[in-house]
């Protein structure tokens, strides 16, 4: 059965790259390995900004399918999970009216959320610890990446979802998600 790693906070935080660091250092300790980035990020720089609250369910169809394929390693590595479209939905839609479909969609995205939680066995959260830059793929500022942030944590807290924030600078955090996962 697979490990499933996820690795999760706002845009531009890190998370990629403790993901790449995690698939190295995990390889070198001789495991059967398997990363994928967020399928979000794949989907903005082919198709351009997400629009809709619909467009998060095809993140979330996306990323389900990306996860799969790791499923013929021991260990999975993900920077992103598929409850995040969750997140992402009700932050998309801020305090407005909702119309009757996106309240629709919504409540399916967090019925997925809910079914999804358990099948990750470590969750990472990274905070934003050094900044924002843009990209030129993703849309937010700073402002937005740390509310963002604050988003996924407070859903992470609100669900009582066990996950374990890491600090430091890249090394470190994978350091302290091998100790963790006692490799």
């Known amino acids: ?5 996820a690795i999760l ?9 403790l993901m790449q660091q995690l698939y190295v250092d995990m390889k070198v300790k001789g495991l ?4 994928e980035p967020e399928y979000s990020t794949l989907y903005l720089k082919e198709k351009g900004m997400i629009e809709s609250i619909s467009e998060q369910y095809g993140i979330y169809l996306g990323q389900s399918m990306l996860e799969e394929s790791l499923s013929v390693h021991d260990y999975a590595v993900t920077d992103y999970a598929t409850f995040i479209p969750y997140v992402y939905g009700r932050f998309m839609l801020g305090s407005k009216e909702r119309s009757k479909k996106e309240i629709e969609i919504l409540k399916d995205l967090y019925k ?3 079914r999804d939680i358990s099948k990750y066995d470590y ?5 934003r610890e050094f900044g924002y830059e843009q990209d030129g793929i993703r849309w937010q500022n700073e402002q937005l990446a740390i509310a963002i942030d604050e988003a996924i944590k407070q859903f992470l807290d609100a669900e009582h979802i066990k996950y ?11 350091n ?3 100790e963790i996962m006692s490799l």
């Open 1 to 5: 059965m697979t490990t499933r790693i």
């Open 9 to 17: 906070g706002g845009p531009r935080c890190g998370k990629t790259t």
């Open 32 to 35: 059967d390995v398997g990363c």
């Open 112 to 114: 997925l959320a809910l």
């Open 123 to 127: 969750i990472f959260y990274v905070g």
């Open 164 to 174: 374990i924030e890491l600090n430091g600078d890249t090394k470190e955090r994978a």
């Open 176 to 178: 302290t998600a091998m």
